[in-house]
């Protein structure tokens, strides 16, 4: 029962961070032009980045990614090491990693998408550098975030 209950659950949650349904935001997403919609993400697996392209597809909009100065390594990324540079942002409420290059004409765009992975059930800390560094008024920000489903193996799923 508790395998039959994970799985539901798993399946409900999968589609809820694949579903995207751009209608309920009205006048932020105007279909007939798009030239004024952003597509912006920050991506280290690629996950977050499919979603975007997705996003970018559908609406025809433009797209930019959020690039680190200093990339992310898979042992920065490594949740299972309390001193992986992930875990140490995400635990540092002051930590804003730099962001290498800048969005050109942002005054341009009336909507933007902003889409990122969950770190710790939050946004990583480069989303808050992001945030912080351009002037947002007049602007509609839709975020979307994506997330990893993770279930341990179960013992008949072991070949010892």
Known sequence: MKKMTMIILSIILSLGCIVFNPIPYGNAVNAADNSNILVVYFSCTGTTEGAAKNI???LGAD???IEPSEPY???DLNYNN???RANIEQSDSNARPSISGSIENLNKYDAIFLGYPIWHGKAPKIIYTFLESYNFSDKTIIPFCT???YTS???RDSTS
């Open 56 to 58: 970018q597809n559908t």
């Open 73 to 75: 390594s898979s042992e």
């Open 147 to 149: 997330c990893l489903l």
């Open 63 to 65: 797209i930019y990614k």
């Open 82 to 84: 309390n001193s992986s």
């Open 153 to 155: 193996p179960s013992p």
